[in-house]
């Protein structure tokens, strides 16, 4: 067990895996700040990216999208005074 969590750590601190996070924190803050755009509708346009990547960029990238979104929804609601999404509470 402890040579697959060692194996999977390394295959996420990888390069690409690594810049794949930093692709997807920009996007899904881009994203989900938008009025009317939430983290399910980010995660379900960079799908079909994610299944041309290995497993540890894929989950990098949507896990990178996932995280980020639940605090950009709070953009639009602190700065432009627009409610906030539903799945952001």
């Known amino acids: 067990m402890l040579e697959a969590a060692v194996q999977g750590l390394e295959g996420i ?3 690409k895996a690594f ?3 930093i ?3 920009l996007i899904s803050s881009t994203l989900v700040a938008m009025p009317g755009i939430g983290s399910k509708t980010a995660i379900a346009l960079l799908l079909p ?3 041309v990547l290995n ?3 894929a989950i ?3 896990v990178s999208v996932w ?3 639940n605090t950009a929804n709070s953009i639009t ?3 432009f005074s627009v409610p906030r999404q539903s799945s952001s509470g």
Do not use: C
């Open 23 to 25: 692709i997807g924190i």
């Open 55 to 57: 497993k540890y960029e």
């Open 13 to 15: 601190l990888q390069w």
């Open 60 to 62: 990098a990238l949507i």
């Open 19 to 21: 810049g794949l996070m």
């Open 67 to 69: 995280a980020v979104s």
């Open 77 to 79: 609601a602190i700065l």
């Open 49 to 51: 990216f994610a299944f």
